[in-house]
């Protein structure tokens, strides 16, 4: 116990205080990631699949912001690009006020220090050729935190109680492990540097249900305890219902809508929203729900559709919405929204076509 | 009841004192794949074997009963006896003195060739797939133009060009073998360094140098070696096929390869004059593959037992 008080302790960090809070902790603005396509042999005309496509939004300290989107939609790919894990091609990160798409050399790695990433997968996040307690310590001798051992072999013991691994298991490999074991691992090593942001890049949809909840209700007591801020992605809305503050909803690599999750759950404006929440399994057997089923694919995010980029596939869709494109607009309270009618639509409609 | 409890924490206790002493008794990766090596009985026989036979390659002056070049013209391929343990050959040299002093042109042909091989084959392999691009594309021409030829032409036309001699046969071994290693290691760099372990080094703001010598080499070395342990006898025996073509080793130097080329015609006679230098091949070529195999098995912490 005395180990896990250690960390929290050593997770409050002088000047985080209420006002500090105020400020965001991440500012991103117009981030961008093309990646290019190789176009035939003859043809000049560059492609460029359009990942993230002018992202925006603010997180605050200790605050969770829950990404959902369908599978390639460029969730994943923004989580990465705002660690600059993947270059983004343009656009403005600012963590705790600092440019951190100038920053480079020391200083990078020392911001880096500050913000970790959780990965899906926890067979392939963890290096088969090293220990667990090599794991957990990486972070550590990469950042040269400890010159003794001792005080590292110290630190990363702390780790490993408090995300809930047996310290007899210290110099077991990760394939020794279930996949839930390994994810606290992963875990582990994303801690035992206490930063600030941890973006957690579906960190539970490779896990077993069971498993899923405890490694839920892990990141949020690790939240509670040393104060960090999570970018949650997820396909799963429960998962993010479960966790987030805030919820942003991606489609085709831009930002549709973000809200306040109960603003969000409650109320969703945008058409794409509410598809995805009449998806939700009802725990009822005969529950009587319409569900909005949406026709079509997913675009080619290479030739992505003229206008509102959803208009394709939405059950809505206005002669406007293929010539203009939707900005994301503020329809109060912080509920953004990039839809030409979410301003008009009543609130009933929503909520009557969600209940039916 | 409570004895029982108390004796569980006692041994959590242990564990972390154990921990923070000497982290449980972990050696580092190598230290602890060095554990596993010395488990294996049979990978620890072979390299004591391969000890042994440096070691006579090495003080091939002390134990060769007489001089391999001196011939004999009493005792023209005398049978095997107490005076020539293996027979003597068509000028009436000691073949086991031969064998003694052919093992260290096999040896240092098969380890030299080898490691400039790899050492080149690595580097320019690891720094293909790790870079890409345009760097990744000018080496893969290059091997690519080296693997149009035939092997064995492409190193008689290289020891035609340069002439015949042992530095020669090394830098035409060489190149032979180079390319191999390189496109493996290409590859599986290509393969390793997308997986997440090597994202989440580069997330915590891990150098290059960390990234290769952490992630990188740890995860191919297995590969290496089974490279290297394939390539060694490989080396072996292109030597004693250049040998018997007669654009390797020229006589009267000996080499077990030129030994065996000389033997030939006398196959039916003195068997053992072409045997013996066989035998010497196959006990280190099955002395490297199984060593090899056991040092590859150790290096992956997946087969532990």
């Known amino acids: 116990m005395s180990a896990a008080s250690n960390i929290r302790r050593n997770g409050r960090r002088p000047g985080m205080n209420d006002t500090m809070s105020k400020d965001p902790l991440l500012e991103v603005n117009h981030l961008k990631k093309l990646f290019p396509v190789k176009s035939g042999l003859l043809s000049r005309e560059k492609k460029f ?93 990469i950042q040269k935190t400890y010159s003794s051992k001792e005080e590292t072999r110290e630190h990363v013991l702390e780790a490993m109680k408090v995300v809930g691994i047996n310290p007899k298991y210290y110099n077991r490999y990760p394939h020794e492990f279930s996949g839930g074991q390994r994810q606290r691992i992963g875990i582990a090593r994303s801690i035992v540097l206490h930063p600030s942001l941890i973006v957690c890049d579906e960190p539970v ?51 549709v809508e973000m809200a306040d999750k109960d603003e969000l759950f409650k109320d969703p404006l945008h058409p794409y929203t509410q598809a995805l929440m009449s998806a939700i399994p009802l725990p009822e057997r005969h529950s009587k729900r319409k569900k909005i089923i949406l026709q079509g694919d997913l675009p080619s995010p290479v030739n992505q559709p003229s206008g509102c980029i959803f208009h394709t596939r ?23 929204c990039a839809c030409h009618f979410c301003g008009k639509m009543e609130k009933g409609i929503c909520g009557e076509k969600l209940q039916g | ?17 154990d921990i923070l002493k000497n982290g449980m008794g972990y050696s580092g990766f190598y230290g602890d794949s060095f554990k596993r090596l010395k488990k294996n009985r049979m990978a620890m026989f072979c390299a004591m074997l391969l000890i042994l036979i440096i070691l006579v390659a090495v003080f091939a002056p002390v134990l060769a009963p007489y001089d391999p070049t001196y011939q004999d013209y009493s005792a023209v391929l005398a049978s095997p006896g107490p005076a020539h343990p293996f027979g003597t050959d068509e ?13 260290r042109v096999s040896i240092s042909i098969g380890i030299v060739a080898q490691v400039v091989a790899s050492l080149v084959g690595v580097t320019l392999g690891a720094v ?11 080496i893969s021409r290059i091997m690519e133009i080296f693997q149009a030829f035939p092997d064995l032409i ?41 997986k997440e372990y090597i994202e989440a080094s580069r997330a915590n703001g891990a150098t290059t140098f960390w990234i290769i010598t952490k992630g990188l080499i740890p995860n191919c070395l297995s ?75 150790a290096l992956d912490p997946k087969l532990k037992s």
């Open chain 1, 49 to 141: 699949i359009r990942a993230v496509d002018d992202v925006s939004f603010k997180l605050m300290p200790k605050e969770t912001l829950g990404v959902v989107g369908e599978s390639g939609c460029g969730k994943s790919t923004m989580g990465r690009s705002v660690l600059r894990l993947i270059q983004p091609t343009e656009g403005e990160i600012l963590y705790k006020g600092k440019d951190f798409m100038k920053a480079s050399g020391a200083e990078l790695r020392k911001m880096r220090s500050d913000m970790q990433i959780i990965f899906q997968d926890p067979y392939a996040s963890l290096n088969p050729r090293m220990t667990v307690g090599e794991v957990i310590a990486e972070p550590l001798n």
């Open chain 2, 154 to 194: 492409f190193a008689m036309a290289i020891m035609t060009f340069m002439g015949k001699g042992v530095l020669n046969l090394f830098i035409a071994l060489g190149l032979l073998t180079w390319v191999r290693t390189a496109r493996m290691i290409r590859g599986s760099v290509m393969q390793l360094k997308e």
């Open chain 1, 314 to 336: 939405c059950f809505m869709a206005q002669d406007i919405c293929s010539k203009e494109k939707p900005e994301l607009r503020d329809m109060g309270n912080g509920h953004m």
């Open chain 2, 223 to 297: 590969t290496i070696i089974v490279l290297v342990t394939l390539g060694i006898p490989n080396a072996i025996m292109y030597e004693a096929s250049l040998s018997f073509l007669g654009i390797g080793i020229q006589p009267p130097t000996p080499s077990w390869g030129n030994m065996i080329s000389a033997a030939q015609t006398f196959i039916s006679y003195r068997p053992l004059y072409s045997i013996m230098p066989g035998v010497a091949i196959m006990i280190t070529v099955i002395a490297f593959n199984i060593f090899g195999d056991g040092l590859r098995d």
């Open chain 2, 91 to 103: 000028y009436g040299r000691d073949i086991l003195s031969r064998i003694i002093y052919g093992s």
């Open chain 2, 128 to 138: 293909a797939g790790y870079y890409g691009g345009k760097t990744d594309s000018i």
């Open chain 2, 1 to 17: 009841m409570s004895k029982n409890i108390f004796r569980f924490f006692n041994k959590q206790k242990e564990f972390e004192q």
């Open chain 1, 205 to 255: 949809s490779a896990l077993d249900v069971s498993i899923q909840s405890q490694v839920l209700n892990l990141l949020r007591d690790l939240q509670e305890s040393m104060g960090m801020a999570y970018i949650f992605i997820s396909h799963n809305l429960s998962v993010i219902r479960h966790i987030s503050d805030r919820v942003m909803v991606m489609y085709l690599g831009h930002v």
